[in-house]
C-alpha cells in the first residue's frame, strides 16, 4: 500500500502548475520576507546588551502583565460567550432570537473605542461620578490597569466565542441529549458529558481569537497604561529605542506562536457531529428562571453596547471646536480612511486569487505551505508588522518609508488571509464539472479559469474584499506606524483626541466608525439568516 501512495504524491507533484506554483511562492515569500528584518535587527544587536535588556526587571513585568492580560480575557470570554451561547440556542429564553442578535454585536466596536469610553464613563472623575456626586461620593476607583484592560477587551472579544460556541450547538444533534436524559442524566450532567464535549473544539477556536486578540491589543492597554508588549514596542518606537522595541517585537512572535501551539496540542479531536438540529422539541425549559435569565445577555449588552454609545452621544452634544481647532473632525479623514481601505481590498483580493486558486485545486504540501505562510501576518501583532516594515524601509527602501504603498503593502499583509479564506471556499464549492466542460470544448487553462471559474467565485472575492476593508478602517496600529505625515484618518482622529484627552473630537468619527462596523455585522447576520436558530 506504500507504494501507491507514494506514485501518487509523485504525479500530484508533477502535475502542479509551474507559473501558478511560482506566482504563489513568490507572493508567500513578499509577504512573510518583511518581517525577517526584525531577526535581522536582534541579530546586530550586542549579546551581552541583547541579554541584559531581554532579562531585566522591566521586560519581566512586560511578559507577566500580558500573559495575565491573555489568560483573563480568555477565560472572560468563555465564561461569558459559551452561557449566552447556551442559552440563546439550547432554552426557551424570552425573546431568544432578539438577544442572539444583540449579543453578538459588542464585536463592531473596536476594543479601544470601548476603552477610552470606559474611562470617560468610569474614570476617578467621570460621567458616572458625576451622577453619583449628589450622594457625596466624589470619586471611585480608578478604572486603569489590568483589571480595566480586561474587562474591556472582554466586552468586545466574548463573541468569538458566542458564535463560534453558538455554531456548534446550533448543530448539536440533539439526540444524543435525549439518549442522555433516558439514561437518568440530569440537565447538568447531561450538558458536562454530552453537549460540552462535542462543542468544546468551537469553544477552543474561539478562544484562540480571543487569546491572539488580547496578546495582539495595542489600543486598550496604551489607554488604560497597563505595561505589555504592544505598548512598551510601541513607547519603544517613537522613544528612539529600536532595539528594545525589536527584541520585544521578537519575544512577542515568539509568544503568539506558543500560543498557536499550544491550542493545536490541546485541540479536541473530536466535531459536532450533524443531526436533529431542530430544537424547538428538547429546548430546555428553564422554569421560574426563565425571565431571570435574561439578566445575562441584558447585563452585558448594557455594559458593552449602551454605556460607550451613551459616551459618544454625550461628546457628540458636548463638542467645542473652539477650544482646540486643530483635533476638529474633518471629512477628509474619511476619504482618506475609505481610499486607503478601498485600495487595500483590491490589492489584497488580488493577492490572495492565485494563491487561493493554487490551493483550492492543487492538494500538496506546496500549496498547503503558500497557503499557510499568507496567514502569517494576521497572526503577527499589528504593532510587530509596522515596526518590521519601518525597519525594512527605512533600512533598505528608503524612497518607499511612510508612503501610502508601504501602508496598503502593510494592511495587504496584515488583512490577506481574509480574502484567501473566502476565495478558497467559494472555488472549492464550484462544480468541478463545469471546469472540466470547458477544458473538453478547447478552452485553456487560463481561458477556462476566466470564463467559468471567476464568475462564479464573485461572490467569495467580493466578500472577501469587503472583510479586508471593513477590517482596515478599524486598524490602529499599523496606521499610526507607517502613514505618510499628515495623512489622517478616523482611526488617527480617534487617537490623536484621546492621546489629548480631549474625548469630545472623538465622538463624530467614532460613531461613524460604528456605524461602518454595524454595516458589517448586518451583512454577516444577514448572510446567515437561514441558519436556524436565529
Known amino acids: 500500500m506504500d507504494q501507491p501512495t507514494e506514485t501518487d504524491a509523485d504525479s500530484s507533484t508533477r502535475s502542479l502548475p509551474l507559473g501558478l506554483t511560482l506566482l504563489s511562492g513568490l507572493i508567500a515569500v513578499a509577504l512573510v520576507f518583511p518581517l525577517a528584518w526584525l531577526f535581522i535587527e536582534v541579530a546586530a544587536v550586542e549579546p551581552t546588551r541583547a541579554r541584559g535588556l531581554v532579562f531585566s526587571a522591566g521586560t519581566a513585568d512586560v511578559l507577566v502583565n500580558s500573559l495575565l492580560l491573555m489568560g483573563g480575557v480568555t477565560a472572560g470570554s468563555v465564561l461569558l460567550g459559551v452561557p449566552l451561547a447556551y442559552l440563546t440556542v439550547r432554552t426557551d429564553l424570552p425573546f431568544r432570537r432578539f438577544w442572539s442578535i444583540v449579543a453578538a454585536l459588542p464585536l463592531v466596536i473596536p476594543s479601544y473605542v470601548g476603552a477610552f469610553a470606559f474611562v470617560s464613563a468610569f474614570g476617578p472623575r467621570g460621567e458616572f461620578q458625576s451622577i453619583l456626586a449628589p450622594l457625596g461620593i466624589e470619586r471611585i476607583p480608578e478604572i486603569y490597569g489590568l483589571p480595566g484592560a480586561v474587562l474591556v477587551i472582554t466586552l468586545y472579544t466574548y463573541p468569538y466565542v458566542y458564535l463560534t460556541a453558538r455554531a456548534a450547538l446550533v448543530s448539536f444533534d440533539t439526540q444524543l441529549i435525549d439518549a442522555a436524559r433516558t439514561l437518568n442524566y440530569g440537565r447538568w450532567d447531561a450538558f458536562r458529558r454530552v453537549t460540552l464535549p462535542q462543542i468544546r473544539p468551537a469553544i477552543a477556536a474561539g478562544a484562540l481569537l480571543s487569546a491572539l486578540y488580547a496578546i495582539s491589543d495595542f489600543g486598550t492597554p496604551a489607554i488604560m497604561r497597563l505595561s505589555v508588549f504592544t505598548r512598551e514596542i510601541y513607547v519603544e518606537y517613537t522613544s528612539f529605542g529600536a532595539e528594545y522595541a525589536a527584541l ?25 457531529k450533524g443531526g436533529d438540529a431542530d430544537h424547538d422539541g428538547t429546548r430546555v425549559q428553564l422554569g421560574r428562571w426563565r425571565w431571570p435569565a435574561t439578566l445575562l445577555p441584558a447585563g452585558v449588552s448594557l455594559v458593552a453596547l449602551v454605556v460607550p454609545i451613551w ?40 493577492v490572495a486569487l492565485p494563491v487561493a486558486y493554487f490551493a483550492a485545486t492543487n492538494d500538496s504540501r506546496v500549496s498547503i505551505l503558500f497557503e499557510r505562510a499568507t496567514y502569517v501576518g494576521f497572526a503577527v501583532p499589528g504593532v510587530v508588522l509596522g515596526l518590521a516594515l519601518v525597519f525594512f524601509g527605512a533600512g533598505y527602501l528608503p524612497s518607499l518609508y511612510q508612503t501610502l504603498p508601504l501602508l496598503i503593502f502593510a494592511y495587504t499583509i496584515r488583512f490577506v488571509p481574509q480574502a484567501v479564506g473566502t476565495t478558497r471556499t467559494s472555488i472549492l ?29 464573485r461572490s467569495g472575492l467580493v466578500a472577501g474584499a469587503a472583510l479586508v476593508f471593513l477590517t482596515t478602517m478599524k486598524e490602529l496600529p499599523v496606521t499610526l506606524i507607517l502613514r505618510p505625515s499628515g495623512f489622517e484618518t478616523i482611526v488617527t482622529q480617534i487617537w490623536r483626541a484621546q492621546a489629548a ?16 462596523s454595524g454595516l458589517s455585522m448586518v451583512v454577516i447576520l444577514a448572510q446567515e439568516g437561514d441558519e436556524r436558530g436565529l
Open 248 to 272: 520585544l517585537s521578537i519575544q512577542l512572535l515568539l509568544l503568539v506562536l506558543l500560543v498557536l501551539v499550544l491550542e493545536w496540542a490541546i485541540r479536541p479531536d473530536q466535531t459536532v
Open 311 to 350: 459616551i459618544l452621544l454625550l461628546w457628540l452634544v458636548r463638542t467645542d471646536t473652539e477650544r482646540q481647532p486643530s483635533l476638529s473632525f474633518e471629512w477628509v479623514q474619511v476619504l482618506n480612511s475609505v481610499g486607503v481601505a478601498a485600495a487595500a481590498a483590491a490589492v489584497a483580493t488580488l
Open 429 to 457: 464549492q464550484l462544480d468541478s464539472k463545469l471546469v472540466e466542460a470547458g477544458r473538453t470544448l478547447g478552452e485553456s487553462p487560463l481561458g477556462t479559469f476566466r470564463r467559468i471559474t471567476l464568475p462564479n467565485i
Open 501 to 516: 484627552v480631549l474625548y469630545q473630537y472623538a465622538a463624530i468619527p467614532a460613531l461613524l466608525l460604528l456605524l461602518i
